[in-house]
């Protein structure tokens, strides 16, 4: 069955570094992958998704991620963090090539220090 | 435009009860997914819907039951609540099956 591992449960940066959250996955093709964001007391917003194509993929807030097959792996990247970025990050899959049945990672729940 | 409605935001239920969580969406969406998120853990699939009349089971169906009378509404119901299904509860709807999911804002599920 497919899987998603997300290494890191925590991570705190200072407001103005840089970022970079890691995704691994397990499957034996290439899968539909996503990252998304919840902030306290909210429900999920995508910030960026991979289908095909490009391997660098731009989203929202100023977020990247890049998918490397060789790594099974597609990190989520910003140059600059804010404050307002503190947050949990999910990475997910889709296998079945639509968005309808995610797997989830367990999240990193991202610390910004002022 | 309201999005994804998720009612109730909080609820203490006891063992043995029932209660059924109400999510409604006014985008016109034809999917709409259930999905649980335990402490520490990520979201999993419950139930989805691709439209009205049309349910199947996800990767944690066990003790819920659905339905999918309006393209709108796709409420969850707990028949005998147990204390495993303590959990975040958030419901979700899409276009397509390729589009993008909208999140409610997820209710609080407590049993003891």
């Known amino acids: 069955a497919q899987s998603v591992t997300q290494p890191d449960i925590h991570i705190t940066v200072s407001e103005g570094a840089s970022l970079e959250l890691r995704c691994n996955y397990s499957?034996?093709?290439?899968?539909?992958l996503f990252w998304y964001v919840q902030s306290p007391g909210q429900g999920l917003q995508l910030l960026l998704k991979y289908f095909s194509g490009d391997t660098l993929v731009q989203g929202i807030k100023g977020f990247e991620a890049e998918f490397k097959r060789s790594q099974s792996s597609f990190n989520l990247r910003k140059p600059s963090v804010h404050w307002s970025d503190a947050a949990e990050y999910f990475c997910a899959l889709d296998i079945t090539g639509t968005a309808s049945k995610l797997t989830f990672g367990t999240g990193t729940r991202l610390q910004v220090t002022l | 435009n309201a999005g994804v409605t998720q009612t109730p935001k909080f609820r203490i239920l006891k063992i043995g009860q029932s209660m059924t969580l109400q999510c409604a969406q006014d985008?016109?969406?034809?999917?709409m997914y259930w999905y649980r998120q335990d402490p520490g853990m990520g979201l999993k699939l419950i139930y989805y819907s691709v439209g009205a009349g049309i349910t199947d089971k996800g990767e944690v169906p066990n003790g819920y039951n659905v339905s999918r009378s309006t393209t709108e509404d796709f409420p969850l119901r707990l028949e005998l609540a147990a204390p495993s299904q303590t959990s975040v509860y958030f419901c979700a709807s899409s276009y397509s099956g390729a589009t993008e999911a909208f999140f409610g804002q997820g209710t609080r599920l407590t049993v003891v």
């Open positions: 499957y034996g093709a290439t899968p539909y």
């Open positions: 985008m016109n969406h034809n999917y």
